[in-house]
């Protein structure tokens, strides 16, 4: 059995330690009042990406990812930064039994590969009642909300997932108010093929479907809305740096359609130093 540690807080509060049986697990927060660590999210996934097509600009289209993913070989880490959008639940508000959601994340595999390891924030729609909490998952298994950040519209989020020896580290910062938590896990069946930079609507809906997509308006991800160097960032066994700097037949520029092919959100061009781009919401 391997142990666990959760560890330390910002500012004055004193360093605390607690043991927990099974996976490794390390948590920065605000003071020794934080909530419990994490909360699953079942029956919510995120999982990998449903290719719907491709259009005559190589752009991608699918039914549950945005945003842009490169592809290569033996991945060893990704960083990532976006500013958390607000959801209007006026115009998305779900119901009860299926509210709306809407998922920012960093990641390794599921372009390419059956496993997501990946951490991010939603804005969400339960109702007419917004939403925001941050999250991680190593896909197939199941979701968990951290419950020690507190996600406001407009924080400023910092992510990475690395790799090292057969283990991943996701890892995740509210760079607005300073929290930040890391979980360590061993993933069976990982390929490390590719790395992404994803607005997602999860599954599952009756059926298997994707779930309703939230009205979240625009996403920033990248240095130019969040001012965090060094990000939206990739590592594999080739290149090293910002998504612009892999070869563009490796870049995988990708827009959300549903299954009938209707437009539900559009990821922008790069930014002209390869590190940013935007994703703008378009139907549910």
């Not at 990946?118 to 951290?146: H, K, L, M, R, V």
């Not at 069976?188 to 479907?209: D, N, Q």
Request: hydrophobic share 35%.
């Amino acid at each position: 059995m391997r142990i666990s540690t959760a560890i330390g807080f910002f500012g004055p509060a004193a360093v605390m330690a607690a043991v927990f049986a099974g996976t490794a697990l390390a948590q920065v927060a605000n003071g020794p009042d934080a909530p419990a660590a994490e909360t699953r999210l079942a029956p919510r996934r995120h999982g990998p990406v449903k290719i719907h097509g491709r259009r005559p600009d190589n752009t991608v289209d699918s039914e549950n990812w945005s945003g842009y993913a490169v592809t290569g070989s033996s991945f060893t880490h990704v960083t990532g930064s976006w500013t958390v959008p607000s959801v209007n639940c006026s115009v998305t508000p779900g119901t009860r039994s299926s509210p709306a959601y809407s998922s920012f994340w960093v990641g390794i595999d599921g372009y390419s590969s059956s496993t997501v390891e990946q951490i991010g924030t939603d804005s969400d729609c339960d109702g007419t009642t917004p939403t925001y909490y941050a999250w991680y998952e190593f896909y197939p298994a199941n979701s968990y909300e951290i419950a020690s950040i507190r996600v406001s519209p407009n924080d400023e989020m910092s992510a990475q997932v690395s790799y090292s020896g057969s283990e991943f580290t996701v890892t995740i910062t509210d760079v607005t108010t300073g929290r930040s938590y890391s979980k360590t896990e061993s993933v069976r069946k990982a390929e490390r093929s590719s790395a992404e930079w994803i607005a997602e609507a999860p599954c599952c809906a009756r059926g298997g479907a994707f779930l309703p997509l939230s009205d979240f308006g625009m996403v920033l991800f990248g240095l130019d809305s969040t001012e965090v160097n060094n990000t939206n960032y990739a590592t594999d066994g080739s290149t090293s740096g910002p998504i612009g700097a892999f070869p563009i037949a490796s870049v995988q520029q990708i827009d959300m359609v549903t299954s009938s092919g209707a437009v539900e959100d559009t990821a922008s061009a790069l930014s002209h130093d390869g590190t940013s781009f935007s994703v703008t919401w378009d139907s549910e």
